[in-house]
């Protein structure tokens, strides 16, 4: 079965950077779209940002464009999610995703697959 892990999180201070990887196994991801998302403690999960495995497409969210690059490596079935100028609004758990189909969506409900999420905490 589809399996995604995360890494990466930790504790920074504001303005630095952290790069999260997303380790994804158990099929071939061409004709998926991947997807990073965040939950903030009492808030809903937000989308931050979603790339087709074929083609490397992307979409960002608003809030972290031109902080935030998604990326992924097909050689290695990773997907990464690189954070600059980090702040504290960015604290939260961040999920990795995945659906079957190329749009490259922004609802959660719309992501089949999961990951057990990781853990970014910002300090200022």
């Known amino acids: 079965q589809v399996q995604l892990v995360e890494s990466g999180g930790g504790l920074v201070q504001a303005g630095d950077s952290l790069r999260l990887s997303c380790a994804a196994s158990?099929?071939?991801?061409?004709?998926?779209?991947m997807g990073w998302f965040r939950q903030a403690p009492g808030k809903e999960r937000e989308f931050v940002a979603a790339i087709r495995w074929s083609g490397g497409s992307t979409d960002v969210a608003e809030p972290v464009k031109g902080r935030f690059t998604i990326s992924r490596d097909s050689a290695k079935n990773t997907v990464y999610l690189q954070m600059n100028n980090l702040n504290g609004e960015d604290t939260a758990v961040y999920y990795c995703?995945?659906?079957?189909?190329?749009?490259?969506?922004?609802?959660?409900?719309?992501?089949?697959?999961w990951g057990q999420g990781t853990q970014v905490t910002v300090s200022s």
């Open positions: 995703a995945a659906r079957p189909g190329v749009g490259l969506r922004s609802s959660p409900s719309d992501y089949r697959y």
């Open positions: 158990g099929r071939t991801f061409s004709g998926y779209t």
